[in-house]
T-cell receptor
Framework: ETGVTQTPRHLVMGMTNKKSLKCEQH?????MYWYKQSAKKPLELMFV???????ENNSVPSRFSPECPNSSHLFLHLHTLQPEDSALYLC????????????FGAGTRLSVL | SQQGEEDPQALSIQEGENATMNCSYK?????LQWYRQNSGRGLVHLIL?????REKHSGRLRVTLDTSKKSSSLLITASRAADTASYFC??????????????FGQGTELSVKP
């Protein structure tokens, strides 16, 4: 266990559905991240939250909507996704500072039909 | 542009052999980290080397850093079948780490055959 829990582990959704991914960290960290990992592609940073404030949005389409209600929880709201959005979505947390070692959840495997 | 590029993309060795993976990056860094990912799972931090360090060891892992060449290598000695995974380098840039951001390489898929 890394101290970062993601739910659900697997999700299948249609292109017209609305769903949410949840991430919770029990490490007392002050930063949380969403990454997308597609087959044969490098890890793509989507969003960064520092102290609950979004500090980075890497040109992510608006059909992905993040929410960080407190420093322990991070959500990714999904709506009208495309089949190419099928991927492994990883959440991570860290204590921002000199090292910034990131701790990852096990990920949500998303399939968009 | 991709900060970290790793080679080889895939490496297949026998148990007991050593595995070496390389990572190159483009901009100045605060530190460089290596992570491991088992298939379909999250990444796990292995080792961190600071920009003012040249070599670091942790168990069977040895990491080197050459800031003049903007490159790093990860050596796994006496590999085991359980070492089969993807390995990623990640760089933390700038004095204040740009708010915690890490830039990951494309990864090396290591297969260790028993």
């Amino acid at each position: 266990e890394t101290g970062v829990t993601q739910t659900p582990r697997h999700l299948v959704m249609g292109m017209t559905n609305k769903k949410s991914l949840k991430c919770e960290q029990h490490l007392g960290h002050n930063a949380m991240y969403w990454y997308k990992q597609s087959a044969k592609k490098p890890l793509e940073l989507m969003f960064v939250y520092n102290f609950k404030e979004q500090t980075e949005n890497n040109s992510v389409p608006s059909r992905f909507s993040p929410e960080c209600p407190n420093s322990s929880h991070l959500f990714l709201h999904l709506h009208t996704l495309q089949p190419e959005d099928s991927a492994l979505y990883l959440c991570a947390s860290s204590q921002v500072g000199a090292k910034n070692i990131q701790y990852f959840g096990a990920g949500t495997r998303l399939s968009v039909l | 542009s991709q900060q970290g590029e790793e080679d080889p993309q895939a490496l297949s060795i026998q148990e007991g052999e050593n595995a070496t993976m390389n990572c190159s990056y483009k901009t100045s860094i605060n530190n460089l980290q290596w992570y491991r990912q088992n298939s379909g799972r999250g990444l796990v931090h292995l080792i961190l080397i600071r920009s003012n360090e040249r070599e670091k060891h942790s168990g069977r892992l040895r990491v080197t850093l050459d800031t003049s060449k903007k490159s790093s290598s990860l050596l796994i000695t006496a590999s085991r079948a359980a070492d089969t995974a993807s390995y990623f380098c990640a760089t933390a840039a700038g004095i204040y780490n740009q708010g915690g951001k890490l830039i990951f390489g494309q990864g090396t898929e290591l297969s260790v055959k028993p």
